[in-house]
């Protein structure tokens, strides 16, 4: 099977139980949410997740209680890379459509311990599709969707557009486990005829973000008035995504993608990672009343992250014409909504980067 851009559709899918991988993260999460929100959508999901620094709990907190839900939400915590467990979860629950969010995922990290992301980005991955596999045998068929990023392609010029056929050239560990992920996908469909579907992303923003990726690092230090650290001259690009729309893209592949296709992701918002900075700035000082011009003053150019891409940028044109998919925030209003969710949540950021998340965790759920 081919994961290019082919132009063709399936008979819609109706999942009656998915299993989600990485439920608990930032854009599992959303996902999660924005499902359950979903009159349309009447799926059971099973929430698989090993909790680990970015997984996050509260991030389902208000969506998975409610009555009307009840017998709809569930969680396991639990390791991608346990095949077993995966086996088991996808018989007991009769799953037919399984979402993988789960993932390492920050450049950074990669590039100072990268043995974390070779095993849960490719062997995780590894183990899940043997689940899948495993399940097929048995006669009973599991619909693989796997999210990936743009990051496998490489880095851009001043111009083009990364487009599902563009050549991989992963630049970083994060990207280059990713790359070998997508790659085990696309063979395992190919070999043992799973039916799987993957889509490639470009940088996701909003709520419940992590606090050490760009945007609520940035938020959170200008209400610090700590330095605001840019890499190199400022001037990598990056396409940015609201979260929401990311998870209403992967619903739409999911349910209507053909076996075999792979999508692009994009938000259409092209920013160089210092004029985002700026106007990040702009949003801050007005919704909390302080200086902007002393919030530029915290601006600090740092020494480049080794091997940084200089330009990502995703041709969304096939999802947007086939499955009528168009982000609905542009960076404006993505933004707005983003440090108005911060403003009205400083307890989860403080929890989180304080450590007494991890002790609650730890508590309930016992340690790693």
Known sequence: MSHGNAETLTVPRAPSSMLVTGGAGFIGSSFIRTRLADPACTSRIVNLDLLTYAGNLENL?????????????????????????????????????????????????????????????????FAILEAVRARKAAGHDVHLHHVSTDEVFGSLGDTGFFVETTAYDPRSPYSASKAASDHLVRAYAHTYGLSTTLSNCSNNYGPFQFPEKLIPLMIANCLEGKPLPVYGDGQNVRDWLYVDDHAEAVWLVLTRGAPGTSWNVGGRNEKKNLDLLHELIEVVARHANKDAAALRALITFVKDRPGHDRRYAIDCGKIERLLGWTPRHDFGAGIE????????????????????????????????
């Open 61 to 125: 907190a208000g969506h998975v209680e409610e009555p009307e839900r009840a017998g709809r939400y569930s969680f396991v915590r639990g390791d991608i890379r346990d095949q077993a467990l995966v086996e088991r979860l996808l018989e007991q629950h009769k799953v037919d459509a399984l979402v993988h969010f789960a993932a390492e995922s920050h450049v950074d990290r990669s590039i100072h311990g990268p043995r974390d992301f070779i095993e849960t980005n490719v062997l995780g991955t």
């Open 337 to 368: 909504a983003t440090v108005r969710w911060t403003f009205a949540n400083r307890g989860w950021i403080d929890r989180v980067r304080s450590g007494a998340y991890r002790e609650w965790l730890d508590t309930n759920y016992g340690k790693r």
